[in-house]
């Protein structure tokens, strides 16, 4: 059996449980009955979701202050967005905090869970829990302690001298060419961890016949990584995506802590804008129209990636 | 396709949802008050019944806790007919509650207003503030307040106009950003204090010859440096022309030849190597805090550092006004957050005369005695160590030469950002002096020809 023939077989080999429960029809009450029980969460998800969306959607079509009568400004916000150059700036920031949110730890992540997934090491729950221990840490505390370690006579720069690279020591932070990045690594920092052990726990139920049928036709490490654990953990890798790109468009409390969006405007970013419109400069309909357009782009971008997964996995 | 009644579903509810809500914001917060209420104000406290005044503050942190516990204890022992409902939050969560608190049917009789435009201004723009004139009359406020006091709580009627106008709040501590000296390195390096603002630039350049760090700065959160350019630009320009700038007025102009010189010569420091290197890199509490530990010889800061620096530094640290270069000082200062009435109090007597009582004579020494620099009668007051009295008879001395000019990111609701990022720029010389005054001018135009 060639590898990608153990792919298939494995694919097929789930198939027939999906069918039974198919031909089986939706099993329980009739159609009315069941939105019946949907009706209760529907109403919390309407109340605390759905309203306030449309709130927001219609204060975005407002020049309102807060607490003034507001006057109608059709799309002047929305077309703002796309005028104003220091908000454009702030949405292409977030698309580079996405490479750095969730293109790297997945690289990384990948890395690591094969690495510890075929080593078998010793003591894989201490290692998994170290990987993932960021993830426990509220982001107001990581800001601060990373602000601490990015600072002029931080802990970075001191290793850099130690080693002799003074020439690349900084005010991180207050870098206009290293800020973005700067605060872009915390956040591979921080997802690293999630990304590995989701990845993990996929690739741990991965049956171990395949990697055997796949050593038997000859394939090395790399060649298996391929053709068998990468095709497995698809689902999971969407997953991951998912989560991280959605964390690094509504990076809020990071750009807060560390730099409020300085040095300049180079950290600037949407869910940052939002805030300072809405609580600090009082211009909520800005504001809301800043807010609906991230939240379509996260709605866009998370559909697309489910959408790619659901269909190269079908 | 299986995700379709979902998305109609999700859609219809979106429809409803703005359906429901199809009313403009901000209709259903009636604008308070038209008319300015009138006739006699009553102010014995003992005298108007069983009253609950509830309370919004921000005064939670270390003396400012102290002081408001202890006028408060003191205020309900002399008045059990007025129950005091305290709710205390921080700055930072006040600042975002008490918009939709004040449009709201129930809001607080007495609170803290932060002064500049996207608070105060925008309260007394939807009536939501009691003009307190007939008060200050009463009570005799405008005597002890100096108008360099009273401009900050300030407001025409229809919150347009900063800086002149009604009285709309009333600050218990006063703010100004001077320079605090670490005297025995000034005395090592062989430099006097110095007294003219020329004086003081020449010692900058002998402390760096010296080996010294002159000037101390960490703008990494990007507000410090407007107070050092605040400070800077006092000394060039006319106090009258940066309150135009400072209030937002209409008739002034960034683009002159003497903002153009303030601007110059911060960049001038950061060529010549005054100011701290990596500055928008280094925060404000680590710098200060290097500064106590005996980094650099000057700190442009505000009064509200002098706890902390009086505590650490004893005797090695003096505070004073930025030396003048015309023989008349002028400071960047302002008030604390001022309390203001609610319009919409059914007890604002009894309100005012508690803003009276925690504004007193008497209230002026506890905030003395709690490590506060009270803002009325300052001179007057005992201060807590050598470096509380020269920060005391620094403010006293600008109230009462008329020295104090406004923080320059009040000037508009969008200018603390424009200035915050534009002065990063200006010291890591991304932007000349030139489009630095430009982007400023920008901001300051669009903002007084839309307020007209």
Redesign the interface.
């Known amino acids: 059996m060639s590898t990608q023939q153990v792919a298939r077989a494995r694919r097929t080999s789930t198939s027939p449980a999906r069918a039974r429960t198919r031909s089986a029809g939706p099993p329980g009450e009739p159609r009315r009955i069941a939105y019946l029980y949907l009706l209760p969460a529907f109403l919390v998800y ?1 109340a605390f979701l ?2 306030p ?3 927001a ?3 975005s079509l ?1 020049d ?7 006057t ?1 400004a059709g799309l002047d916000n929305y077309a703002e967005v796309v005028t104003d150059p220091a908000l454009r700036a702030a949405f292409g920031h977030a698309l580079v905090l996405v490479f750095f949110y969730a293109v790297l730890p997945l690289v990384v992540g990948l890395g690591l869970a094969s690495i510890l997934n075929r080593a078998r090491v010793r003591g894989l729950p201490f290692f998994r829990t170290v990987i993932f221990l960021p993830q426990v840490v509220a982001m107001v505390v990581i800001g601060v302690a990373w ?1 601490r370690l ?3 006579d931080g802990s970075v720069n001191d290793l850099l001298r130690a080693v002799g690279l003074d020439s690349l020591a ?7 060419t290293a800020a973005l990045p700067a605060v872009g690594f915390i956040g591979t920092w921080f997802e690293i961890g999630l990304v590995t052990v989701l990845l993990l726990a996929g690739m741990g139920r991965i049956p171990g016949e395949l990697y055997e049928a796949a050593r038997l036709d000859g394939a090395g490490p790399v060649r298996e990584f391929f053709a068998v654990t990468l095709p497995s953990v698809r689902g999971e890798i969407a997953v991951a995506l998912t989560l991280t790109v959605i964390a690094a468009l509504r990076t809020f409390d990071l750009v807060y802590i560390t ?7 180079s950290t600037s970013v949407p869910s940052f804008e939002v805030y ?1 419109r809405a ?7 800005s504001a809301a129209a800043v807010a609906v357009v991230l939240t379509l782009i996260i709605f866009v971008i998370s559909f697309g990636i489910t959408r790619v997964a659901e269909r190269e996995g079908a | 396709m299986r995700s379709r009644p979902t998305t109609l579903l999700a859609a219809a509810g979106l429809i409803g949802a703005v359906a429901l809500s199809a009313c403009a914001p901000g209709s259903n917060s009636d604008s308070g008050k038209s008319s300015a209420p009138t006739g006699q104000v009553s102010t014995d406290p003992s005298k108007m019944g069983d009253v609950t005044l509830t309370v919004w503050d921000q005064e939670i942190r270390g003396g400012q806790k102290a002081q408001i516990t202890e006028l408060n204890k003191e205020f309900q022992a002399k008045y059990p007919n007025i129950k005091l409902d305290r709710v205390s939050r921080s700055t930072d969560d006040l600042n975002t509650t008490l918009k939709l608190a004040l449009s709201g049917n129930t809001p607080p009789d007495v609170f803290q207003a932060n002064n500049g435009r996207p608070q105060m201004g925008s309260f007394v723009k939807a009536g939501q503030l009691v003009p307190l004139d007939r008060y200050a009359d009463a009570y005799g406020w405008k005597d002890r307040y100096p108008e360099s006091v009273r401009q900050y709580s300030s407001y025409s009627t229809d919150g347009k106009t900063f800086g002149t106008g009604s009285l709309y709040g009333l600050p218990q501590v006063g703010e100004v950003v001077g320079i605090y000296v670490n005297k025995a390195k000034l005395q090592k390096a062989g430099v006097s204090m110095p007294q003219t603002w020329d004086q003081f630039q020449q010692s900058l350049a002998t402390l760096k010859a010296k080996g010294e760090l002159p000037l101390v700065l960490g703008n990494l959160d990007k507000w410090p440096a407007i107070h050092v350019f605040g400070t800077v630009q006092a000394q060039n320009v006319q106090p009258d022309a940066i309150r135009k700038l400072g209030f937002g007025q209409k008739g002034g102009s960034w683009t002159t030849p003497e903002n153009t010189k303030a601007a110059q010569t911060l960049v001038d420091w950061v060529d010549k190597g005054y100011l701290s290197k990596d500055v928008n890199g280094l925060g404000y509490d680590p710098a200060w805090q290097g500064f106590a530990k005996g980094k650099g010889v000057y700190l442009i800061a505000g009064t509200w550092l002098q706890a902390d620096l009086g505590k650490q530094m004893g005797n090695d640290v003096t505070f004073v006004l930025p030396p003048s270069a015309s023989g008349s000082p002028a400071a960047t200062g302002g008030t604390g957050i001022p309390w203001a009435i609610s319009s919409k109090s059914k007890h604002p007597d009894a309100a005012a005369a508690y803003i009276n009582f925690i504004t007193s004579k008497d209230a002026m020494a506890v905030l003395a005695k709690t490590d506060n620099l009270p803002i009325a009668d300052t001179a007057a007051q005992q201060a807590p160590n050598a470096l509380g009295k020269d920060v005391f008879a620094a403010f006293g001395t600008a109230v009462q030469k008329n020295a104090l000019v406004p923080y320059l990111d009040y000037a508009t609701p969008t200018m603390s950002d424009t200035i915050g990022a534009a002065l990063q720029d200006l010291l890591a010389k991304k932007a000349t002096p030139q489009q630095f005054l430009d982007t400023l001018e920008k901001d300051y135009s669009s903002f007084v020809s839309s307020n007209q």
């Open positions: 309407a759905l309203y969306l449309g709130r959607v219609q204060i407002y309102w202050d807060g607490n003034t009568l507001a109608w602000r990015y600072a002029p900084r005010g991180w932070l207050g870098d206009y730099t409020r969006g300085g040095p300049g405007q300072n609580f600090q400069q009082g211009r909520v309909g």
